[in-house]
């Protein structure tokens, strides 16, 4: 009897002693042994992640483990760089504190992305849809049954290629859409096509997006309603969007912040700072285990930020540039921003790191769009060629 309480009891201190061997791994301490005694010291934790995976983790130059990992640290600042054969490297300086779990999530660029054609018969003047599915364009080299206007729907799933993603909403026998200027409704479902034949005296069509118009509606006459309604209903959709957030934050984003786009997510806003100011701090005491990267809270007028609302972290990104409707803007993830300028496609960490440029050939400034899982990118080129017109391409990302 004795015995079989012994036993008992044996198992359930040894239970108990694995349980709380598991909670303080857990919580990053780590066991050593020196001089023939249990050593306990705290660390905390790293998780590294990379897309794609497999890719090799370097911590302060030596090669320690793989993505899809963690690792025990002692607390300190470590530089870990995140390395795949034929991608371009991730690095980053990490804070690493006791028992608090940090991230190192490395989206990794090849080094030769693949280049896909979407069109074959001559693209002009691309635009992209406000929910950055879309893109309606005009085709003015075929016959008058061909040209016209088109919407390419990148959440289409083509069979064979991506060619046959394209719809063409109008033609050339009413009017000379291929010649119009396109512009999107605030939801998506209209475009207005403006096309000014005759100088000073231009016609404007509302087009149904979804459907081939075979008698577009002429709304020259309503022009100023309609526009002046789609612009109240983006100023409302704005409006709701700062309605929600701290009073303070909600002051300094209307006086002190250029809206240049909200990422996906809407967790975090793109910027160019329209006055120079000093961001409060807004959650007290700060989040634990967030980004380490350096913040600036003294924004100075004209750089460009990245404000992260979930996390009240302020990063500048860009010194001083001039910004334009499609050379910054952000990937589908809200971690990545894409910056176009003297003939590149850069993209980096939403907090300014990891700057590499993914593309450096030939394509039409300003028409550079991000496909909505982020795995591509759309350009506008002729592959430097002079004698062909324009098509769309997509750049692999992944």
Known sequence: MKKQILITA???????????????????????????????????????????????????????????????????EYTVAIVKEGYFPWKKKIKIQKEVVAKAEALLFPIAPKLESITSIGVEDPTLDPS?????????????TKNGVYVLDMTSRPIL?????????????????SKARLSWSPDGTELLATISATPGNP???????????????DITATLDTTTSLWKRQIQEKEKSRIST?????????????????????ETKILYQASRSASIPIIINPPLIGVDSTP????????????YDMKEDK?????????????????????????YVEKGK?????????NMTTVYAGPFIDHYVFPWPDGSKIVILTNLGNANTSPNLYTIGLK
């Open 314 to 338: 302020n990063f500048k990104i860009l010194n001083n540039v001039t910004t334009t409707k499609n050379n910054l803007m952000w990937l589908s993830d809200s971690k990545h921003i894409i």
């Open 295 to 306: 913040q600036q809270r003294t924004i100075q007028k004209g750089n460009i930020y990245v």
């Open 203 to 217: 016609t404007t069509y509302l087009l149904q997006a979804n459907q081939f118009n075979s008698t577009p509606q």
């Open 161 to 177: 290629t991506l060619q046959s993603a394209s719809t063409q909403i109008v033609d050339d026998t009413t009017d000379y859409f």
């Open 245 to 265: 957030l701290n009073n303070r934050l909600k002051k300094i984003i209307t006086q002190d912040f250029n809206i240049l786009q909200w990422s996906p997510d």
């Open 10 to 76: 044996s198992i359930m201190f040894f239970l108990l002693a694995a349980s709380i061997a598991v909670i303080l791994y857990g919580k990053g301490y780590k066991f050593g042994f020196d001089k023939g005694q249990v050593q306990l010291s705290q660390t905390g934790m790293l998780v590294a992640t990379s897309s794609p995976d497999g890719a090799q983790v370097f911590i302060n130059g030596h090669l320690t483990t793989a993505t899809d990992n963690t690792i025990n640290l002692p607390p300190g």
């Open 345 to 353: 496609i850069n993209i980096m960490d939403y907090d300014g790191i």
């Open 132 to 144: 950055g599915t879309r893109i309606a364009y005009t085709v003015a080299s075929q016959s008058a």
